[in-house]
């Protein structure tokens, strides 16, 4: 049974820093493609931070700010965010998927999800 659990979300100031969480469980972690998207009250889900080894893709809004890693002997997946800004206040989720397109931030392209962290960041 495939698991995906986020944590790490929280309430900060503007120019703070969070670092988000997903443990992964029940599939071989090295051999997916893994990404965070965030969804905001009233939009779309957006990809912010995806990759596979050593090849990631950022979203626009986040490049310099936000960087993804991950540990695989502890099957978990990092988002690192700095600088945040009101505009990043979302619930973050992260998937995974073994689609050959990786790195992609199409949210169609993924298989299983997290339920999600919420992030509020507050001016």
């Known amino acids: 049974q495939v698991q995906l659990v986020e944590s790490g979300g929280d309430s900060v100031q503007a120019g703070g820093s969070l670092r988000l969480s997903c443990a992964v469980s029940g599939v071989i972690f090295r051999d997916y493609c893994m990404g965070w998207f965030r969804q905001a009250p009233g939009k779309e889900r957006e990809g912010v931070a995806v990759?596979?080894?050593?090849?990631?893709m950022y979203a626009e809004s986040v490049k310099g700010r936000f960087t993804i890693s991950k540990d695989n002997a502890k099957n978990t997946l990092y988002l690192q965010m700095n600088s945040l800004e009101p505009e990043d206040t979302a619930m973050y989720y992260c998937?995974?998927?073994?689609?050959?397109?990786?790195?992609?931030?199409?949210?169609?392209?993924?298989?299983?999800w997290g339920q999600g962290t919420q992030v509020t960041v507050s001016s």
């Open positions: 990759g596979r080894v050593a090849t990631t």
């Open positions: 998937g995974i998927t073994h689609t050959a397109n990786c790195p992609t931030l199409l949210r169609s392209q993924y298989d299983y």
